[in-house]
């Protein structure tokens, strides 16, 4: 009976069972890390709004704080994108006429609420609390980035599990002092020294209690 | 429940040779039938036959093949995709985004309000609680509050008006009825008739009475489908005129109860739970319980906290209740013929009346006939209870009548014609009217019917015009409650459907105030009217409410059109005496002093003329009583409340032809067989089931079912048993054939599902623990095990667990057995606040209802007796320290959190169920079939917006109401303080009326939920398989008078399996197991089983 197989299918069938573990092993390094990618992410990727609002304007240039706007910051879960009305203190006055807030203008004119896209979002089986974070000394920039050097709102970061984590399991790399939360600019002579006092201070709960399944999810 | 179609005589003789515990659960149980056993023992049975018959090789190549290829796609899920912030342009005062607010309202059945407090997300009503200052709730609601939200967003509900069913603008209404006035203004209303329920409201009440001053001829009439024309008619044959009488339980030792469910149905229910259960509670240093003979006809969920339960037919309630009275002295003109097999009973309960004189209540329920109302009255009188545990009041009815009489004139006039306009101001009269009425065939001879309700019913389809009624929750109202308070009825939400109207709004209409709102209706009423709403009693019944300050002595309001001082948004201009008054209701959800006081009542009318006139009853006998779930019909179509078990039947979805193991083998019927019951001639199909506890030779038929046109989750479930009711016979009727059809109809009855099956553990203690008073004051340890005690580190297979102790919260729940009477309202919340999805009769039949609480209900007993003792046991996950379902999970998605928390991860579940098998308690639940509806619009609004909406393929279950503990973390470590005691209440224990179940933090010790578990009858369920569960319960402790036959306890057994513990044996227990020669030998095991001296820290070195 003749082989059925020419000899070099030896080498062959050794290349594809050693070389599989490779190409299955890349393949999935390979997934992994599309799915941390700016592509899956969004991350630095701006989005279409109906207003083309620049937190570099408001805030490094007029100077205006975080909390003047997202006023819920402190006490809800969720960060609040201002009333038109808030927009209407100052742009009744200033730049009233602008062509640009002709959408703002047109809200306030007829009641029906600007429709801005969610550039931070989370799975609905997340529940995240601003409030807490706010109130325990996480900066505003630790998750945001540099807003006020943003002309158009983006994340700065990727809101993976992975990057939660990577903070309730050591807090101390981000916690600075209270009245430090909504500085865009601050840092820390010796992070790690003053987290580790602040996180005593401020009586965080140990990593195992922070990396448990029902902190985020319920 | 399938087959137990066997001798009774078999079973009685198994039941003796304890083949089955001595707790079950059904008969089952008993007989241990291998193969229906069988089919519930499995975790999830049935699933095979879903897959159909020809499952072969070739076919399961197929379908393994396909699940292997699609496995990874059911772990996918989208990137969150893109969504909207839509924030406002103004925005409101008070509402920050993302924070719930609370606002005072009040709900309402059969006229009577209880207090709520409807929890709000930027404006959608999604939770309702109860009113912890309102005197009727304390707190606390019942089942049909807790399901009112699903009503609200019911898509089912009636959207647009309608004349002869076609969709109509309410404007054309308008210009209708303003046609109509017009002629009828000159005839002074002759021939207009409006048709309500029962009243209490007020400024509704006031309403009608002008309308009816302007149309001095026009007529009000009043039915209630599941009324109190008893009551009310037993009163005036007492006293000569309609009071109420409100109880006092706080204060009675003994209670006898003939057919009345005073804790779960009926009016002030939720409160006098409350203060009932408040005298149930065997603590430390507690030496007293009060003691709860119950009479009943019907199963009731009072019958499961009784400490005598005794079942009779519907028409022997009144010999017994007539032998009562007689034994007491009083004077009803029959000798006392109580049923002989009573007769021990009858006399220990006279006795024990006698001796607790004036701190004793005997109740007669809402369903027994006048002359048993007045009777109790009498005998109140006799006891000299009155003003000490109970007074009379004020009806708090804002027109008092016989309401079967009303109806039936209203029906007379329609007939003969004299009926020109009929008004129906909400109710289902077509559908609820007793039938030999012809209510329907009436209303053809009507010129003009306009009927008002959230659906569009059976009255609806045979009425000329239609008019959608708003939801309460979406228009201002008022109503009174129990003691008179009147509540204040404040909407959540603007009307869904803009076409709907409240009842309020189409009165103004008819008063040519087209365009009033619901709002102005009550303000300027309650302005004009405030005096005479105020004069009421300063200090609410039972003293137990603080009364709002400032406004009791409120000055007289200003006289009528003077007080239109208009508030100023922004806090500019001044309130009037008024508006304090009237802001401060509309806070409190109640007008402060407006409780009845109680009044002075002189006995008179002649007793014993109205006990000869009760009618004699003979044969099998029906009883007619508004469903505990879907009540007299209204509820239909709630999703919630259908799928929730009934309360002693178990049953969902339909109701049934209930009767005893006895009845059905006499009448040759088995479960699920259809029959026709037919009662002077009028028919109906029902399916039987058999319930052990219900009365021999007696039929319970639940009333709200067969409906016609409840909607797509009402219409065609069960049979319609108002087609049997007649005015002679509203409650009951005697005389009722059953026959077999030969067909069967499947009941979807959850009494066997979720069995818990641990054979090894139950041989050593019952799940249900159980003693009388004498025995638990002798043996306060009587429930403990060495398990219980957590520091007892047994040999195990599990690592080692964590110490939590060291950690800031250890949280756990106790459930209080002795309190809990199944009233469902737990189960209810439980849906409503973690958006448990409703799966509907089929999925129930094959073991998948979602509920993450059940109760589960247990016999013991002669089978062959009526009077078994029924116990029930809420069970949701018990957060195991130990957790054996975490072991087995592949993925992690159950874990174990620092504080002993027993988490769900949602989004990390790939449905292996493995953990649901590996659960001793059976609490895991998992989503089969996308149960969670993601389309229905109006449905989304309702949803709790901090727990997640499940997914098919996920396993779910108890969180112990994470999200709260967590926003209560949350407040407190915004704060850097600890959680305080009380601050995270579950949902299931902030609506419990009876303050059945505790949570709290174990680490405190000073918390309310400590002190419980340091109670030496404080017991773990399934303890012994050492998973430490973390809720424990309370051992049931019953006030058993010693002169009557005592009941098999499991205190008991353990004694005689231990031998005495006490010095000497005055137990006085006649249980003859214990033979009185073994008692000073301590048996077996050292001091460790000897738990009724060890201190439960001591027990394990």
């Given at each position: 009976m003749p082989q059925h197989f020419h000899r070099s299918m030896n080498t062959i069938s050794k290349m594809m069972i050693f070389g599989g573990v490779f190409i299955i092993g890349f393949g999935a390094w390979l997934a992994l890390e599309i799915n941390r990618s700016a592509n899956v992410t969004d991350v630095q990727i701006a989005k279409a709004q109906p207003v083309q609002f620049s937190h570099q304007h408001h805030v490094a240039g007029l100077g205006i704080e975080c909390r003047y706007c997202h006023t819920s910051v402190e006490n809800s879960h969720f960060a609040n994108v201002p009333p038109i009305s808030t927009c209407m203190n100052c742009h009744q006055q200033i730049w009233f006429g602008a062509q640009m807030l002709e959408p703002v203008r047109t809200a306030w004119k007829t009641g029906k609420a600007l429709e801005w896209q969610r550039v931070h979002n989370l799975g609905d089986y997340v529940f995240f609390n601003h409030g807490v974070h706010v109130q325990k000394g996480i900066g505003c920039v630790s998750c945001h980035g540099r807003v006020d050097k943003m002309q158009l709102i983006s994340k700065a970061e990727p809101l993976t599990m992975e990057w939660c984590l990577n903070c309730h399991r050591n807090p101390e790399q981000f916690l600075r002092p209270k009245d430090k939360v909504f500085d865009m600019e601050w840092k820390a002579d010796n992070q790690l020294e003053l987290g580790r006092k602040l996180k005593a201070e401020y009586k965080i709960e140990p990593a195992r209690n922070l990396t448990s399944c029902s902190t985020c999810h319920h | 429940m399938s087959d137990n179609h066997q001798p009774l005589e078999s079973l009685q003789a198994k039941l003796r040779n304890k083949t089955g515990r001595e707790y079950w659960r059904g008969l089952e149980d008993i007989v241990s039938n291998p193969e229906s056993h069988d089919a519930f023992s499995q975790e999830f049975p049935r699933q095979a036959s879903l897959l159909g018959d020809a499952l072969d090789r070739r076919h399961f190549l197929k379908i393994m093949g396909a699940s292997f290829g699609l496995a990874g796609l059911t772990a996918c899920s989208a990137y969150p995709e893109d969504k909207h912030i839509v924030p406002y342009v103004k925005a409101p005062e008070e509402i920050v985004p993302g924070k719930p607010l609370f606002f005072a309202s009040s709900f309402t059945l059969g006229g009577v309000a209880t207090g709520v407090l409807v929890e709000s997300h930027m404006g959608r009503p999604t939770k309702i609680e109860g009113n912890p200052d309102h005197p009727a709730s304390l707190g606390a609601t019942d089942l049909f509050a807790q399901a009112s939200i699903l009503t609200l967003y019911d898509p089912d509900r009636s959207q647009t008006s309608r004349y002869y069913g076609d969709f109509r603008p309410y404007d054309t209404f308008l210009r209708d009825l303003r046609k109509h006035l017009e002629e009828t203004k000159p005839k002074q209303g002759e021939g207009f008739r409006i048709l309500t329920e029962t009243i209490t409201s007020p400024t509704l009440a006031g309403q009608i009475r002008k309308l009816l001053a302007d149309y001095p001829k026009a007529m009000w009439h009043q039915f209630e489908p599941a009324g109190r024309d008893a009551a009310r008619e037993g009163s005036k044959l007492a006293f000569g005129s309609y009071v109420e009488t409100v109880y006092k339980f706080d204060k009675a030792d003994v209670v006898v109860s003939l057919d009345a469910d005073f804790l779960a149905n009926g009016v002030g229910s939720v409160r006098y739970a409350r203060d009932f259960s408040a005298r149930r509670r065997a603590r430390k240093g507690i030496k007293e319980l009060s003691r709860l003979y119950m009479v009943e006809c019907v199963p009731t969920a009072t019958g499961t906290v009784a400490d005598h339960r005794i079942a009779v037919k519907p028409s022997e309630v009144a010999a017994m209740a007539n032998a009562i009275a007689v034994g007491l002295g009083v004077n009803t003109g029959k000798p006392a013929a109580a049923p002989s097999t009573h007769a021990k009973l009858v006399e220990s309960i006279v006795k024990d009346l006698q001796a607790s004189k004036g701190k004793s209540l005997f109740i007669v329920g809402d369903y027994q006939p006048a002359a048993l109302h007045a009777l109790a009255h009498a005998v109140n009188q006799a006891l000299g209870n009155v003003g000490s545990t109970l007074v009379y009041t004020d009806s708090i009815e804002a027109e008092p009548t016989n309401q079967l009489e009303s109806l039936k004139k209203l029906v007379a006039d329609m007939n003969g014609g004299a009926v020109e306009t009929l008004l129906i101001l909400e109710g289902n009269p077509v559908y609820t009217a007793p039938a030999d009425l012809d209510f329907a065939g009436a209303l053809k001879k009507v010129k003009l019917a306009i009927h008002l309700s959230l659906y569009f019913d059976e009255t609806s389809a045979q009425c000329h015009w239609h008019i959608p009624s708003t939801h309460p929750l979406e228009s201002w109202g008022d109503a009174r409650a129990f003691d008179g308070t009147i509540t204040v009825q404040q909407p959540l939400i603007a009307p869904l459907y803009s076409d709907t109207k409240s009842p309020l709004e189409v009165l103004a209409a008819f008063g040519y105030q087209f365009n009033l709102s619901s709002y102005d209706v009550v303000r300027t009423f309650w302005q004009q009217n405030l005096n005479k709403l105020m004069t009421g009693a300063s200090t609410p019944v039972n003293g137990a409410v603080p009364v709002s300050t400032g406004t009791a002595s409120a000055p007289p309001p200003p006289p009528a059109g003077e007080g239109k001082v208009q508030v100023g948004q922004n806090g500019t201009g001044l309130l009037s005496d008024f508006d304090k008054v009237w802001r401060r209701a509309v806070h409190d959800g109640f007008l402060a002093a407006s409780s009845f006081a109680p009044k002075t009542v002189t006995p008179g009318g002649n007793l014993a003329e109205a006990m000869s006139k009760l009618p004699a009853i003979s044969g099998t006998e029906i009883a007619f009583r508004p469903d505990p779930t879907v009540y007299d019909g209204r509820f239909s179509n709630n999703g919630w409340l259908q799928e929730t078990p009934k309360t002693r039947t178990k049953l969902t979805w339909d109701n049934a032809a209930i009767m005893s193991f006895k009845t059905a083998a006499a009448k040759g019927l088995k479960n699920e067989d259809v029959v026709t019951l037919s009662v002077n001639g009028r028919t109906v199909k029902g399916t039987v089931l058999i319930v052990p506890s219900h009365p021999d030779d007696s039929i319970t038929a639940y009333l709200g079912y067969g409906r016609e046109r409840a909607g797509v989750v009402g219409n065609k479930a069960g049979f319609n048993a108002y087609t049997l009711r007649t005015t002679g016979g509203l409650w009951s009727a005697g005389g009722v054939t059953v026959s077999a059809t030969g067909e069967t109809y499947r009941l979807a009855c959850t009494q066997m599902h979720w069995e818990i099956e641990a054979s090894e553990a139950l041989r050593r203690r019952e799940l249900v623990q159980t003693a009388t008073l004498k025995e638990y004051l002798d043996h306060p340890a009587f429930a403990k095990t060495e398990f219980d005690d957590p520091k007892a580190r047994k040999l195990t297979m599990f690592q080692p667990v964590d110490d939590y102790a060291a950690e800031r919260y250890a949280w756990g729940m106790v459930i209080d057995l002795a309190s809990c009477m199944a009233c469902n309202a737990c189960v209810v919340a439980c849906t409503a606040e973690n958006n448990i999805p409703v799966v509907g009769k089929e999925e129930v039949l094959r073991q998948r209802e979602m509920h993450w609480m059940r109760i589960d209900q247990y016999y013991a007993g002669d089978?062959?007796?009526?009077d078994l003792e029924v116990h029930v046991q809420p069970v949701m996950c018990q957060h195991c320290e130990m957790a054996p379902c975490e072991l087995v999970c592949p993925v992690a998605a159950t874990t174990h959190s620092p504080e002993g928390i027993n988490e769900m991860t949602y989004n990390r579940c790939v449905g292996t169920k493995y953990c649901a098998n590996n659960c001793p308690y059976k609490v895991r639940r998992f989503n089969f079939l996308h149960y969670a509806d993601y389309d229905t619009p109006s449905l989304k609004l309702g949803r709790n917006p901090d727990v997640t909406v499940r997914s098919r393929g996920v396993m779910e279950k108890c969180t112990y109401c994470i999200q709260r503990i967590n926003a209560a973390r949350i407040e407190a470590e915004k704060e850097t303080r600890l959680i305080l005691d009380g601050e995270v209440v579950t949902a299931c224990q902030a609506v419990c009326p009876a303050e059945a179940i505790v949570f709290g933090n174990l680490n405190d010790k000073n918390s309310q939920i400590s002190k419980l578990v340091a109670e030496p009858s404080n017991y773990g369920l399934l303890a012994e398989l050492n998973v430490r569960p973390r809720t424990s319960y309370m051992a049931k402790v019953r006030n058993v008078n010693s002169e009557l036959p005592q009941p098999k306890t499991t205190a008991a057994a353990r004694k005689a399996e231990h031998g005495s513990h006490g010095e000497g044996d005055h137990g006085g227990s006649e249980h003859g197991a214990t033979p009185s020669g073994e008692h000073k030998s301590e048996s077996t095991s050292g001091p460790k089983a000897e738990p009724g001296k060890a201190e439960p820290s001591k027990a394990g070195h």
């Amino acid at each position: 009976m003749p082989q059925h197989f020419h000899r070099s299918m030896n080498t062959i069938s050794k290349m594809m069972i050693f070389g599989g573990v490779f190409i299955i092993g890349f393949g999935a390094w390979l997934a992994l890390e599309i799915n941390r990618s700016a592509n899956v992410t969004d991350v630095q990727i701006a989005k279409a709004q109906p207003v083309q609002f620049s937190h570099q304007h408001h805030v490094a240039g007029l100077g205006i704080e975080c909390r003047y706007c997202h006023t819920s910051v402190e006490n809800s879960h969720f960060a609040n994108v201002p009333p038109i009305s808030t927009c209407m203190n100052c742009h009744q006055q200033i730049w009233f006429g602008a062509q640009m807030l002709e959408p703002v203008r047109t809200a306030w004119k007829t009641g029906k609420a600007l429709e801005w896209q969610r550039v931070h979002n989370l799975g609905d089986y997340v529940f995240f609390n601003h409030g807490v974070h706010v109130q325990k000394g996480i900066g505003c920039v630790s998750c945001h980035g540099r807003v006020d050097k943003m002309q158009l709102i983006s994340k700065a970061e990727p809101l993976t599990m992975e990057w939660c984590l990577n903070c309730h399991r050591n807090p101390e790399q981000f916690l600075r002092p209270k009245d430090k939360v909504f500085d865009m600019e601050w840092k820390a002579d010796n992070q790690l020294e003053l987290g580790r006092k602040l996180k005593a201070e401020y009586k965080i709960e140990p990593a195992r209690n922070l990396t448990s399944c029902s902190t985020c999810h319920h | 429940m399938s087959d137990n179609h066997q001798p009774l005589e078999s079973l009685q003789a198994k039941l003796r040779n304890k083949t089955g515990r001595e707790y079950w659960r059904g008969l089952e149980d008993i007989v241990s039938n291998p193969e229906s056993h069988d089919a519930f023992s499995q975790e999830f049975p049935r699933q095979a036959s879903l897959l159909g018959d020809a499952l072969d090789r070739r076919h399961f190549l197929k379908i393994m093949g396909a699940s292997f290829g699609l496995a990874g796609l059911t772990a996918c899920s989208a990137y969150p995709e893109d969504k909207h912030i839509v924030p406002y342009v103004k925005a409101p005062e008070e509402i920050v985004p993302g924070k719930p607010l609370f606002f005072a309202s009040s709900f309402t059945l059969g006229g009577v309000a209880t207090g709520v407090l409807v929890e709000s997300h930027m404006g959608r009503p999604t939770k309702i609680e109860g009113n912890p200052d309102h005197p009727a709730s304390l707190g606390a609601t019942d089942l049909f509050a807790q399901a009112s939200i699903l009503t609200l967003y019911d898509p089912d509900r009636s959207q647009t008006s309608r004349y002869y069913g076609d969709f109509r603008p309410y404007d054309t209404f308008l210009r209708d009825l303003r046609k109509h006035l017009e002629e009828t203004k000159p005839k002074q209303g002759e021939g207009f008739r409006i048709l309500t329920e029962t009243i209490t409201s007020p400024t509704l009440a006031g309403q009608i009475r002008k309308l009816l001053a302007d149309y001095p001829k026009a007529m009000w009439h009043q039915f209630e489908p599941a009324g109190r024309d008893a009551a009310r008619e037993g009163s005036k044959l007492a006293f000569g005129s309609y009071v109420e009488t409100v109880y006092k339980f706080d204060k009675a030792d003994v209670v006898v109860s003939l057919d009345a469910d005073f804790l779960a149905n009926g009016v002030g229910s939720v409160r006098y739970a409350r203060d009932f259960s408040a005298r149930r509670r065997a603590r430390k240093g507690i030496k007293e319980l009060s003691r709860l003979y119950m009479v009943e006809c019907v199963p009731t969920a009072t019958g499961t906290v009784a400490d005598h339960r005794i079942a009779v037919k519907p028409s022997e309630v009144a010999a017994m209740a007539n032998a009562i009275a007689v034994g007491l002295g009083v004077n009803t003109g029959k000798p006392a013929a109580a049923p002989s097999t009573h007769a021990k009973l009858v006399e220990s309960i006279v006795k024990d009346l006698q001796a607790s004189k004036g701190k004793s209540l005997f109740i007669v329920g809402d369903y027994q006939p006048a002359a048993l109302h007045a009777l109790a009255h009498a005998v109140n009188q006799a006891l000299g209870n009155v003003g000490s545990t109970l007074v009379y009041t004020d009806s708090i009815e804002a027109e008092p009548t016989n309401q079967l009489e009303s109806l039936k004139k209203l029906v007379a006039d329609m007939n003969g014609g004299a009926v020109e306009t009929l008004l129906i101001l909400e109710g289902n009269p077509v559908y609820t009217a007793p039938a030999d009425l012809d209510f329907a065939g009436a209303l053809k001879k009507v010129k003009l019917a306009i009927h008002l309700s959230l659906y569009f019913d059976e009255t609806s389809a045979q009425c000329h015009w239609h008019i959608p009624s708003t939801h309460p929750l979406e228009s201002w109202g008022d109503a009174r409650a129990f003691d008179g308070t009147i509540t204040v009825q404040q909407p959540l939400i603007a009307p869904l459907y803009s076409d709907t109207k409240s009842p309020l709004e189409v009165l103004a209409a008819f008063g040519y105030q087209f365009n009033l709102s619901s709002y102005d209706v009550v303000r300027t009423f309650w302005q004009q009217n405030l005096n005479k709403l105020m004069t009421g009693a300063s200090t609410p019944v039972n003293g137990a409410v603080p009364v709002s300050t400032g406004t009791a002595s409120a000055p007289p309001p200003p006289p009528a059109g003077e007080g239109k001082v208009q508030v100023g948004q922004n806090g500019t201009g001044l309130l009037s005496d008024f508006d304090k008054v009237w802001r401060r209701a509309v806070h409190d959800g109640f007008l402060a002093a407006s409780s009845f006081a109680p009044k002075t009542v002189t006995p008179g009318g002649n007793l014993a003329e109205a006990m000869s006139k009760l009618p004699a009853i003979s044969g099998t006998e029906i009883a007619f009583r508004p469903d505990p779930t879907v009540y007299d019909g209204r509820f239909s179509n709630n999703g919630w409340l259908q799928e929730t078990p009934k309360t002693r039947t178990k049953l969902t979805w339909d109701n049934a032809a209930i009767m005893s193991f006895k009845t059905a083998a006499a009448k040759g019927l088995k479960n699920e067989d259809v029959v026709t019951l037919s009662v002077n001639g009028r028919t109906v199909k029902g399916t039987v089931l058999i319930v052990p506890s219900h009365p021999d030779d007696s039929i319970t038929a639940y009333l709200g079912y067969g409906r016609e046109r409840a909607g797509v989750v009402g219409n065609k479930a069960g049979f319609n048993a108002y087609t049997l009711r007649t005015t002679g016979g509203l409650w009951s009727a005697g005389g009722v054939t059953v026959s077999a059809t030969g067909e069967t109809y499947r009941l979807a009855c959850t009494q066997m599902h979720w069995e818990i099956e641990a054979s090894e553990a139950l041989r050593r203690r019952e799940l249900v623990q159980t003693a009388t008073l004498k025995e638990y004051l002798d043996h306060p340890a009587f429930a403990k095990t060495e398990f219980d005690d957590p520091k007892a580190r047994k040999l195990t297979m599990f690592q080692p667990v964590d110490d939590y102790a060291a950690e800031r919260y250890a949280w756990g729940m106790v459930i209080d057995l002795a309190s809990c009477m199944a009233c469902n309202a737990c189960v209810v919340a439980c849906t409503a606040e973690n958006n448990i999805p409703v799966v509907g009769k089929e999925e129930v039949l094959r073991q998948r209802e979602m509920h993450w609480m059940r109760i589960d209900q247990y016999y013991a007993g002669d089978i062959a007796s009526a009077d078994l003792e029924v116990h029930v046991q809420p069970v949701m996950c018990q957060h195991c320290e130990m957790a054996p379902c975490e072991l087995v999970c592949p993925v992690a998605a159950t874990t174990h959190s620092p504080e002993g928390i027993n988490e769900m991860t949602y989004n990390r579940c790939v449905g292996t169920k493995y953990c649901a098998n590996n659960c001793p308690y059976k609490v895991r639940r998992f989503n089969f079939l996308h149960y969670a509806d993601y389309d229905t619009p109006s449905l989304k609004l309702g949803r709790n917006p901090d727990v997640t909406v499940r997914s098919r393929g996920v396993m779910e279950k108890c969180t112990y109401c994470i999200q709260r503990i967590n926003a209560a973390r949350i407040e407190a470590e915004k704060e850097t303080r600890l959680i305080l005691d009380g601050e995270v209440v579950t949902a299931c224990q902030a609506v419990c009326p009876a303050e059945a179940i505790v949570f709290g933090n174990l680490n405190d010790k000073n918390s309310q939920i400590s002190k419980l578990v340091a109670e030496p009858s404080n017991y773990g369920l399934l303890a012994e398989l050492n998973v430490r569960p973390r809720t424990s319960y309370m051992a049931k402790v019953r006030n058993v008078n010693s002169e009557l036959p005592q009941p098999k306890t499991t205190a008991a057994a353990r004694k005689a399996e231990h031998g005495s513990h006490g010095e000497g044996d005055h137990g006085g227990s006649e249980h003859g197991a214990t033979p009185s020669g073994e008692h000073k030998s301590e048996s077996t095991s050292g001091p460790k089983a000897e738990p009724g001296k060890a201190e439960p820290s001591k027990a394990g070195h």
